[in-house]
């Protein structure tokens, strides 16, 4: 059974996990130091989570500010790039470079094996390798946050990651919950076929209607570039979370629809319940609040603590506890933008920067 297991067993350099913009990136930089490398995708087509967004979806940076290593996004027929020009855009990235994608693979376990690591996929297939990009993202592993009453309530229960068009929820009363910018675009959409209620933690915040996700990638920047030496980031008030008022979110405020209120504290069986004891009845629920890190994958090396990240060293790209791992594109944890088609540059190259001296001095 073992010479069974090592005849199936594939040799390579580095295994890069997740095919999406982080994982193509990262290839993008490995294909020009002379490593064997394979990049295991477990969707069944180029895109990444992109092909999983709603179908109105924009950008809110133009092309030429959403595009990855290498070759630029071309220039899209309105400012800001739709869903359909991202997807052509990878695939095309992914044909361009000749990337060795390998899908679909859902990557199950990596363990130790010796002075390597053993990746394992769901259909048996094995790879042997001494260095691992993790560049899974988000998108599986959607997040909803837990409240009093909420099994009972018996109304549909749509999270923003498998959101696609409003037509399903016309005539609905919808609560949309969320203050970032899918919670504002959906939310503008769906309020032009249902009555819509727009539950927020805090305050939106909005930019102003003439600056678009140029200025947040600025500020990603800025935070990015003040780690590098060591100093407290000069940034202006405001986060990455901040909502841009493309045309849909301006259309929105016009009608007097982006007007939110705080969240309730508990569940019913027909709506939600707040504070004061008021409570509204829904037939609807559109959860707009996020996502976490897609990193069951790696539970089998004990690097996932309790907060359901991992802890990396000072450059946010590599694991304390097993150097032979790099993450990559997880969030403002794992580098500011890096989550962003034109922020993951910077750390894709930063890993293979890494991998290439590791295997210059033999470590792993």
Excluded at 283 to 301: K, Q
Aim: proline share 6%; charged share 20%.
């Amino acid at each position: 059974m073992q010479r069974c297991e090592e005849a199936q067993m594939d040799s390579v350099d580095v295994v890069v996990i997740g095919g999406g913009q982080a994982g193509l990136s990262a290839g993008y930089f490995l294909r020009r130091i002379g490593l064997s490398y394979v990049i295991l995708d477990a969707e069944a087509s180029p895109g990444g989570a992109w092909q999983h967004a709603w179908e109105s979806l924009h950008l809110f940076s133009p092309a030429g500010w959403s595009s990855i290593p290498g070759w630029p996004m071309p220039a899209t027929r309105e400012p800001y790039p739709s869903q359909a020009e991202v997807l052509d855009y990878l695939a095309r990235y992914e044909h361009k470079y000749a990337l060795p994608v390998i899908r679909p693979v859902q990557v199950e376990r990596i363990s130790r094996s010796g002075s390597r690591l053993r990746v394992e996929a769901d259909d048996g297939r094995q790879w042997q390798t001494r260095a691992v990009v993790s560049a899974t993202g988000t998108w599986r592993h959607p997040y909803t946050p837990e409240y009093e009453g909420l099994d009972a309530f018996g109304g549909v229960q749509l999270h923003s990651a498998h959101y696609s068009h409003p037509e399903p929820f016309a005539g609905m009363r919808v609560a949309i919950i969320g203050s970032g910018n899918s919670g504002a675009q959906i939310l503008a959409e769906v309020s032009k076929v249902a009555e819509t209620t727009w539950i927020t933690q805090r305050e939106p915040a909005f930019l102003a209607d003439d600056v678009d996700g140029r200025v947040l990638f600025a500020r990603a920047t800025e935070k990015w570039r003040a780690q590098q030496e060591g100093r407290e980031p000069d940034v202006p008030q405001g986060g990455f979370g901040d909502i841009v008022m493309v045309p849909p979110v301006v259309d929105a405020r016009r009608r007097g629809v982006l007007v939110s209120m705080t969240p309730p504290v508990r569940f019913t069986a027909t709506g939600m319940q707040w504070a004061d004891g008021s409570e509204r009845n829904f037939d609807a629920v559109i959860w707009c609040t996020g996502f976490r890190p897609a990193l069951s994958h790696l539970e089998g090396l004990g690097l996932v603590n309790a907060q359901g990240r991992i802890d990396v060293d000072d450059t946010k790209v590599r694991s304390v506890a097993e150097p032979s791992v790099w993450l990559l594109g997880y969030g403002d944890w794992n580098g500011a933008a890096s989550a962003t088609l034109i922020g993951v540059t910077r750390y894709a190259r930063e890993v293979v920067r890494q991998i290439t001296d590791c295997y210059a001095a033999a470590c792993g």
